[in-house]
């Protein structure tokens, strides 16, 4: 997927001029590089990238100049990814599990930060992982979970310890000689600040357990984009009470803060053009692109309801709206968007669907299923 050597005026203009047949992926450099500054001067500590929303090369060069300067990195292929990118940035190496070929790789190419949920996992960073590199400390922070709170997605099902396993993991670390710290992540597209405060909490409740003050904490990712009209996100809020919980648990002694926002960084930084192939006799919509491509995620964490319909003029369809199935355009009948998604009364066949705020989780898990996926880049001055 090569970036267009065009900057067009907006996604109309690239419709326009391009009257694209297959989906394409409209990125707005200025939007990603705005995002990254309000977390930056907002939130209360390092800001880091989680690489696997949107690993595209345009994104990571956006964000590093924007002053981002710490990635999260799950797989060797991530980690060279930033080296080879943003030689000066950190490189957390968050995937709780990993093979001892990928330990060596990361022990090789210098990775100092790295977390972990198991006894299993944590004997063998002990035992490939050496406690220093040169005179700076590796830090290894145990991540621990609790029942999910206002998230849309849950990844606890999959990784955290339970916070008394953390704290055993915490104080190994220590005794260890290896820096320790904690992290958590509390479940993808929270709106409600509550997720994070109640993990800032049990964080200290870890500390207390094992006896050790954690370094550094890290408040995961989470940080909502902007899915569904009339709920903008409120990073303000989100930001001011991670601070305000921290600094009330933790008083004069609290750890240094770190984020991880995947979606709520690159999200809003993308549109998504789709184009109607065909309406069948009911009314039912098929797009060109779908759950095996662009929209992956929709069945998991629910619509994007920021949609526009253009003509192949690039006009605006304003007709009353009106619910729709909207289905995808492979022959699998799982391709089929959540419930219903509103759509003006006047699209016709031939019409361009543009999804706001698809830039996560989308460019990258777009399959080639039943060979749709032909999925381009185009970038562009604004997104409307
Ligand atoms: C996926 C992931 C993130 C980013 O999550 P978002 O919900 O996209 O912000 C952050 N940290 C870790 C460890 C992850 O696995």
Redesign the pocket.
Known sequence: MGQQKTVWDNPADVIRHLAPEHPVMVFAPTVLQDRARQFIQGFPGLVTY?V??NPDEAVIQNLVTAGIQGF?V?SPFEIDLIGRMAPHAARHY???VRGRSEIAHAVSVGITSW?VDSKSELDKLFEQVPAKVGDKGVEISP?FKLPVLGAA?D?GSK?GASPELAAELLAEVARRGYVPSL?F?P????TDPIAWESYIRVAKDICDMAGVAAVRL?V????PSHRVIGVEPDLASIFQEIGDTATEMFGDNAPALVC??????C?DAYALITRIKGIRDGGDVFLNDGVYGGLAELPIVGNIDRIEVLSPEGTPRTGETHGRVIFGPTCDSVDRLPGELGLPDDAVEGDYVIFHGAG??STVTNTRFNGFGAVTNATVMQLS
């Open positions: 989680a696997k929303s999260d799950a968050h995937n709780p977390s991540r997605y990844f990784f992290t992540h479940g993808t597209q929270c890290n995961g990712g989470g940080f991880e926002p995947g979606r709520g960084l999200a996560a989780y």
